[in-house]
């Protein structure tokens, strides 16, 4: 698993509550069968008008000041919907790794954190604030999860909670399922206790 | 110490506890499907890792296949491609598959517990986030990403971090015409599409149990759309009698054992909740979604609501930005509303007793000149069930198109989608921008109010419909 150690760069504001994965990559891209290269569809129809190609001058991201930007920051309850790892992956792929939000959707946030996304929660009223600074052009922000920061070239600065042992994992770009196995002995004495009518798909 | 349904499951489930760490769960069913999958294989594959519990896991194909007949040839290369994907993932890791020509395939959160593979207090994962339907059965039942797909294939189990509980009672009984879809888009509409996120849910109180299997697997079903991780119902005899014969359901002696094991599940009387929401049931009336986020509902004797209904500016704005997008006015009463479409189907509302619901009331009747209707039994049995009753018929009679099982317009991601502007009734469970289809509009009601509308043209209160 990639690993989030600190990180510096522009950041984008995209000024919108409860934005969905189906907003965040709409269906007709979850028809590939690799990891890669969905960036290209991120927001895809809120960023091109209806013939697909051309750029929606209307919507946030395609401004030019915010190319190249690494973290987002947006509404509450991001990544609501579908529990597709397309949208981190379509994230992060753009070039987003960190996001900053209010809330998160259970799944999605889950889901960040096995793709080197940090989903970092800060307050609404702090958000609102740095929704309005993004405007800025060249606003740059340093999210430390080492130290659990957020800070920007404006002088805001603040500490955010984050589970330790997520932390850990992203820290280390830890292989998770390399740690679950690591407890195979545990798994084979669960499984010779649970009961003979727990057979999944073998007929009795 | 009482104990609630999930804190007994949760603990049955434990493999392994670490101080600061995620417990680790044990997975007894894992339902796959050929979206989110194929890079789960290819991780298995990448790192020389075998799916640890075939016989656990069970796949089908629903989000791609077209419903048009089976015996046409699909002409969508890369959706053809992810089927494909899957079968030949399923025959190198030895995964029981039904096909797009299996007399088993349909929705996965059809078919689970259509098979008897769904049961209660079993711990349930698909790559899916409407796997918390299966929570009707008392199962605990979530949705999860491709890359735990992969953990769940490799180790049958997954860590998972101790969510809070929230009890949603419905009491009383619910009105003539009003169904679980109601009950649901009720709750959704009160606490917000983020209103259980952190929480498992209980739902309980008097209009849950009177609810049938099916209706009960709507409400957890769309658990989902309130940002629950899982919703739950005690299991009763009605559970019971809807698994026992089913093809993997526990038999002879081991269906008295289970049943045994299943009787104790239940919450304890005085079990603590962190959350309680209650609701009165014979206050709800047939709803029916204005915006683009389920959240966004109001009964269908309601006017659009104004941004300035909203305290929240960012809801203000969200309020506007839904308007503009579903081409409404505030302050319109929502019944003035007229359709292109109307879609009956998808995991929420594809399941035989929604076909008999909305084919009670297409009975002698035909949809409006010039819109579109289809219906999308959830599975194969389902459509194979509706037909010996001959629903098809009254639906065909009716105008609507009689299709071939699977997602379909739920989702659009087969050929059956919404063009540009085209406003549809939807028995589905998600109106986000470009759901079904990009530019489509989407309300979200029950059958019956599909049905309804769909003779009508434009959304109608079944209520009053029934007695025309």
């Known amino acids: 698993m990639e690993s989030f150690t600190k990180l510096t760069g522009l950041a984008a504001p995209l000024d919108r509550v409860n934005a969905d994965t189906d907003q965040i990559i709409p269906k007709q891209f979850l028809k590939r069968i690799e990891r890669t290269g969905f960036g290209q569809f991120l927001f895809f129809d809120w960023r091109y008008e209806a013939d697909g190609t051309t750029p929606n001058p209307e919507f946030e991201l395609n401004q030019s000041q915010y190319a190249g930007a690494v973290v987002l920051i947006t509404g509450k309850n991001f990544g609501c919907g579908s529990s597709r790892e397309h949208a981190p992956w379509a994230l992060a792929d753009y070039g987003f790794k960190a996001i900053l939000a209010p809330s998160y959707a259970d799944i999605f946030y889950n889901n960040c954190f096995k793709n080197g996304i940090l989903p970092v929660v800060l307050p609404e009223e702090t958000i609102t604030m740095l929704l309005e600074r993004g405007k800025t052009a060249g606003y740059t922000m340093t999210v430390d999860l080492e130290n659990q920061t957020v800070s920007d070239n404006q002088g805001f600065s603040q500490p955010f909670e984050v589970d330790a042992f997520r932390r850990h994992c992203l820290l280390n770009g830890l292989d998770d399922i390399g740690l679950t196995l690591q407890h195979e002995p545990d798994i084979t004495a669960y499984e010779s206790k649970r009961p003979l009518w727990k057979r999944g798909a073998v007929a009795a | ?468």
């Open chain 2, 1 to 468: 110490m009482p104990k609630t349904m999930f804190e007994k499951i949760w603990e049955a489930h434990v493999v392994r506890e670490t101080v600061g760490q995620p417990s680790l769960l044990y997975i007894d069913l894992h339902l796959v499907h050929e979206v989110t999958s194929p890079q789960a294989f290819e991780g298995l594959r990448l790192t020389g890792r075998k799916v640890r519990r075939p016989d656990l896991t069970v796949a089908t194909m629903d989000h791609n296949v077209p419903t048009t007949s089976r015996s046409l040839p699909i002409l969508d290369q890369i959706s053809k491609k992810q089927m494909e994907a899957l079968s030949d993932n399923c025959k190198e890791f030895g995964v029981t598959l039904y096909d797009i020509h299996s007399k088993r395939q349909g929705i996965v959160h059809v078919i689970g517990p259509e098979l008897g593979l769904t049961q209660p207090g079993l711990a349930i994962v698909c790559g899916d986030s409407h796997t918390s339907t299966h929570g009707a059965f008392g199962a605990l039942a979530f949705g999860i990403g491709t890359s735990e797909v992969e953990h769940v294939l490799a180790t049958q189990c997954l860590p998972q971090s101790l969510p809070k509980t929230m009890e949603i009672r419905v009491n009383g009984k619910l009105g003539e015409g009003v169904t679980a879809k109601d009950i649901i888009l009720a709750i959704i509409g009160k606490i917000g599409t983020d209103g259980a996120t952190g929480y498992v849910v209980e739902y309980t109180g008097e209009a849950i149990r009177a609810l049938s299997m099916e209706g009960r697997m709507t409400i957890c079903n769309m658990s989902i759309e309130a940002g629950a991780r899982a919703g739950l119902i005690a299991p009763d005899e009605k559970t019971f009698a809807y698994i026992q014969g089913k093809t993997f359901a526990p038999q002879h002696a081991e269906w008295d054992e289970a049943v045994a094991t299943w009787k104790q599940l239940p919450s304890d009387p005085g079990a603590k909740y962190d959350t309680l929401v209650e609701l009165d049931a014979s206050e709800i009336a047939p709803y029916v979604s204005w915006g683009t986020s389920p959240g966004m509902v109001i009964p269908i004797t309601g006017l659009v609501p104004s941004p300035g209904d909203y305290a929240d500016p960012a809801d203000r704005r969200a309020a506007e930005r839904a308007l503009e997008y579903m081409g409404l006015d505030a302050g319109v009463s929502i019944q003035s509303v007229a359709l292109d479409t109307v879609f009956i189907g998808s995991c929420t509302n594809g399941r035989i007793e929604d076909l008999r619901a909305a084919a009670g009331i297409l009975k002698g009747q035909h949809v409006r000149a010039g819109l579109r209707a289809l219906v999308v039994p959830g599975s194969v049995p389902v459509k194979l069930q509706a037909e010996a009753e001959g629903l098809d018929v009254i639906f065909k009679d009716a105008g609507f198109d009689w299709r071939e099982a699977g997602c379909s317009m739920c989702l659009g991601m087969n050929p059956d989608i919404l063009q540009p502007g085209e406003r549809c009734a939807s028995t589905s469970n998600r109106n986000f921008e470009g759901r079904q289809g990009k530019g489509g509009r989407t309300h979200l009601v029950s059958p019956q109010m599909a049905a309804a509308a769909s003779i009508a043209g434009h959304l109608v209160d079944v209520r009053e419909w029934d007695k025309k």
